[in-house]
Nanobody, 115 residues
Framework: QVQLVESGGGLVQAGGSLRLSCAVS????????VGWYRQAPGRQREAIAT???????VYADSVKDRFTVSRDVAKSTVYLQMNDLKSEDTGVYYC?????????WGQGTQVTVSS
């Protein structure tokens, strides 16, 4: 089992920044992958920034060069630094992890970008 708890969402103006945090109950290096997913209104959940088991970050084209995913293994926490936010970044952001071939999700945190 893996529990994930997100924090840091909120309302921000376009061009602003936010940092999301995800506290993970498992040792991060034991996970096959961990990262951030977004569900915009009326759309399916999509992967936007994840870290593979080898530690390599993978970004969706829509957030590349604006968002940075990182992890603090000692704190079992994964971060998403979001810069130059745009209205299309609005959505619910979920922290997700894969462990022993099963997917686990946090409860999600709302990010709203006003134009």
């Amino acid at each position: 089992q893996v529990q994930l708890v997100e924090s840091g969402g909120g309302l921000v103006q376009a061009g602003g920044s936010l940092r999301l945090s995800c506290a993970v109950s498992r040792y991060l290096l034991a996970l096959e992958s961990v990262g951030w997913y977004r569900q915009a209104p009326g759309r399916q959940r999509e992967a936007i920034a994840t870290i593979t088991g080898s530690g390599s970050p993978v970004y969706a084209d829509s957030v590349k060069d604006r968002f940075t995913v990182s992890r603090d293994v000692a704190k079992s926490t994964v971060y998403l630094q979001m810069n130059d936010l745009k209205s299309e970044d609005t959505g619910v952001y979920y922290c997700g992890a894969r462990y022993v071939l099963r997917d686990y999700w946090g409860q999600g945190t709302q990010v709203t970008v006003s134009s």
